[in-house]
């Protein structure tokens, strides 16, 4: 079946550090993947997205890049702020199926 | 426009009680979609709407959850005998269509079984 590693948190930077959350996957077909956030008392919402392999989504300064050669979709962003504090969860969503399969997140906390 | 609204946004219950959760999607998405997150197993999906009727409800941890639809718009998942282990947080999401649309997830409801 599908299923989604993504590094252990917590992960703990000063603002303006760069930012890698590892995600990896194993999935049959081809999947497209999935960064979602969610902020201290708010509902998950969708970063970026990547539906082909070499295909890059990118958000509010946060990059990911689909690598199919080594089924990864890592996060990163170059210079973290305060209000990127959050859990991050990355997922996928399986050949020709609907539901997204999460990792377990990863809490980033940014100090200032 | 308005997101997924879920109610009630907390909920207290004794355990053996049935508790009634609802989502109101976004208007015009076809498809609904539940899920669960919880400590100790994460981010699980539970059933999912095409419509009013629900093709895949494998996600669903036992016969004491169902859930249902009704005009294409608002779901209910229902919860009978509820016991200690269903403490978690219920997730509601909905899209436009299905595969690699973008899921629109509500605030959720907090379900505590004491």
């Known amino acids: 079946g599908n299923s989604v590693t993504q590094m252990e948190g917590p992960v703990t930077l000063s603002e303006e550090a760069f930012l890698t959350i590892n995600c990896t996957y194993t999935a049959t077909g081809y999947p497209s993947l999935f960064w979602y956030v969610q902020y201290p008392g708010e509902g998950l919402q969708l970063l970026l997205k990547a539906t082909k392999a070499d295909d890059k989504g990118s958000n509010k300064g946060f990059e990911a890049t689909y690598r199919k050669e080594t089924t990864s979709f890592h996060l990163e962003k170059g210079s973290v702020q305060v209000s990127d504090s959050a859990v991050y969860f990355c997922a996928l969503i399986g050949g020709s199926n609907y539901k997204l399969t999460f990792g377990k997140g990863t809490l980033l906390t940014v100090n200032p | 426009g308005a997101g997924v609204s879920q109610s009630p946004s907390n909920k207290v219950t004794e355990k053996g009680k049935d508790v009634e959760l609802r989502c109101d999607p976004i208007?015009?998405?076809?498809?609904l979609y539940w899920y669960r997150q919880s400590l100790g197993q994460g981010l699980e999906f539970l059933i999912y709407f095409q419509g009013n009727s629900a093709p895949d409800k494998s996600g669903l941890p036992s016969d004491r959850f169902s859930a249902e639809r009704t005009g294409g718009s608002v779901s209910t998942l229902t919860i009978q005998r509820t016991q200690q282990e269903d403490s978690a947080v219920y997730l509601c999401a909905s899209s436009f269509g299905q595969g690699a649309e973008t899921q629109y997830f509500g605030p959720g409801t907090r379900l505590l079984v004491l």
């Open positions: 208007s015009g998405h076809t498809a």
